[in-house]
């Protein structure tokens, strides 16, 4: 089974759950092939969508995040002073380790939780919110009442393939407009959305374009709902503790244009063949280093042929004698 270098490894080893199918150590789905059934890993949707994103500013809040880290953990600190800087593997931790004491995933577990919520008001569910989510919730339920948008409980979290690009991915929701088309919807808790739209539209748009639907239950896929829309998605923003929520409208034709790049991208990386070593050129025999001195035609000449010769190892006092020589004919 041929790695992915473009997933993070790390994640939960393939065992079958309740939760859903299993997955590589690498966090991919494992599914059957569309074709020959046989079960293969699928690229993920989100790393698919990476693959030509500006990764600057997440880099540089990491590395705040890990300083802000350990700074607050004189362990962590002791730790780093111990360590040597190629054991990979105990600084990775330690660097999320750091992330974590200065409160990364405070933010992403808040809003996995809203999420979580908003899913359950969706399918149906009577939920009891608690206090610090209910403003947020309600503020969901509301844009979802104005937009004449409804939600369809069996298109609530369903995994999808794209056979050709090998992605799978799982959608938040598809939703129908007033015209009864159907529509991918996407949610997301994030305070700003300002640097993460090409990314959203890439992945949208490879739900939207998706050639089946899993269904984990029954082990096979299902068909996508007929007439879904290709070139716009919706998109709600519900800012943890921000008690609003807006709906935007996200071109995802462009989307797929781009996801296709990001194939092209992705098998850019892997090249292993753009480079080889420098053949250096084939040095004048011994036999004719002579008549070569003696038809150098400038003292530059002389001394390049010195070089070539003398670092070749074919330099003699022969060879001395004949490029002084040649030399003091030159200069007469």
């Known amino acids: 089974m041929t790695n992915d270098p473009f997933d993070t490894p790390g994640a939960p080893p393939a065992q079958p759950t309740a939760a859903g199918p299993k997955r590589d150590r690498y966090g991919r789905y494992l599914l059957p092939d569309l074709g020959n059934g046989k079960e293969k890993p699928w690229t993920r949707a989100t790393t698919w969508a990476k693959s030509c994103a500006d990764t600057t500013a997440l880099a540089k809040w990491q590395q705040r995040m890990v300083a802000k880290g350990i700074a607050n953990r004189s362990d962590l600190y002791a730790l780093a002073s111990a360590t040597d800087v190629e054991d990979r593997k105990t600084f990775d931790q330690l660097c999320q380790d750091a992330m974590e004491a200065a409160g990364s995933a405070t933010g992403r577990n808040q809003g996995t939780a809203l999420h979580s919520f908003t899913e359950r008001v969706d399918r149906g569910e009577q939920v009891d919110v608690p206090a610090q989510w209910r403003d947020d919730v309600n503020a969901y339920q509301q844009a979802m009442a104005r937009s004449g948008l409804t939600v369809r409980p069996e298109w609530i979290e369903r995994i999808t393939v794209v056979r050709d690009l090998g992605v799978a991915g799982t959608f938040d929701r598809v939703v129908v407009r007033p015209s009864g088309q159907p529509v991918v919807f996407d ?72 996801a296709q790049v990001c194939g092209t991208v992705r098998t850019w990386r892997t090249r292993r063949d753009l480079a080889g070593r420098y053949n250096l050129p084939t040095p004048a025999a011994p036999t004719d280093l002579l008549d070569r001195i003696e038809k150098a035609a400038t003292a530059q000449a002389l001394t390049d042929l010195w070089q070539q010769a003398f670092t070749a190892g074919q330099w003699t006092d022969q060879h001395t004698a004949a490029a002084r020589a040649r030399k003091a004919a030159l200069t007469s």
């Open 187 to 258: 949610l997301k808790t994030g305070q700003k959305l300002d640097y993460s739209w090409g990314e959203i539209s890439i992945q949208l748009a490879l739900y939207a374009n998706a050639d089946a639907i899993w269904n984990d239950h029954t082990g096979e896929y299902e068909p996508m709902p007929e007439g879904i829309d290709r070139q716009h998605a919706i998109v709600a923003h519900l800012p943890v503790g921000q008690a609003r929520c807006d709906l935007y409208e996200l071109d995802i034709a462009a989307g797929w244009e781009m």
